[in-house]
């Protein structure tokens, strides 16, 4: 970095770092938001409804309504018809949600209904989905997700093919946010912030330390 320019030391201090919680019970939910909650303003929850992945969390939104807590919540909604889940979560204190490209309903009026309800929207592609799937709604969401495991678990393997397909977009589109979600440590991190990403979601890696202050700056660092 010592020869970085000042475009480029902006970008590399630009980096959010959202650890995600997959959890089935309440007290697994509320357990991570309290071991987060002291060191993050946000928390990214996964919702899997079973079909659209091959496991299945619990249904969330009446944890997320109840709970006491600082943090924000992204909410990424891994299910097949988003729009069965989407008004109960209008409830919540939630404000941005990640719509997959992959589900059975079509995204534009997904997101104009979360606009409609004072929400942000943003996309996940896995990491077979091309980025050409989600033509002219580019400038439509708070960011793009590029997966880099497939959906479904903690702990999966990071697939670094996907690093190519974000340099991709990013050199085509400049200022839309990107997101990476999935395998993300230390070592992968870097790599996906040099690809173009500005925001890690991070599960099992942060879920499971023991010294959350030195791994998430060691994310930041990225």
């Not at 010592?2 to 201090?13: F, G, H, V, Y």
């Not at 997959?22 to 990214?44: A, D, N, Q, W």
């Not at 990071?158 to 990476?180: A, R, Y």
Request: hydrophobic share 40%.
């Amino acid at each position: 970095m010592l020869n970085a320019t000042s475009d480029e030391m902006i970008k590399w201090t630009m980096v959010e770092v959202i650890p995600a919680i997959l959890v089935k019970r309440h007290e697994e939910f509320e357990s991570l938001v309290r071991k987060f909650e002291p060191h993050v303003s946000r928390v990214h929850l996964d919702i899997i409804d079973g079909e659209f992945a091959n496991n299945k969390t619990f249904n969330g939104y009446e944890e997320v309504k109840l709970i006491n807590t600082t943090l924000d919540f992204d909410i990424h909604l891994m299910v097949r018809m988003p729009s069965k889940y989407m008004q109960k979560w209008y409830e919540t204190k939630a404000d941005r949600f990640i719509l997959h490209q992959e589900c059975q309903e079509p995204l534009a009026p997904l997101l104009n209904e979360l606009r409609n309800h004072g929400k942000r929207g943003a996309i996940a592609l896995n990491p077979s989905t091309g980025t050409e799937t989600i033509s002219g709604l580019e400038h439509d969401i708070d960011f793009l997700q590029f997966m880099t495991v497939n959906p479904g678990f903690y702990g999966g393997n990071f697939i670094p093919d996907v690093l190519e397909k974000i340099k991709k977009f990013h050199t085509q589109f400049p200022n839309v946010k990107i997101g990476v979600d999935g395998g993300i440590t230390p070592e992968t991190g870097p790599r996906a912030c040099a690809a173009g990403a500005s925001i890690l979601v991070c599960g099992s890696y942060l879920a499971s330390s023991d010294n959350l202050v030195e791994d998430i700056q060691l994310l930041k660092n990225c």
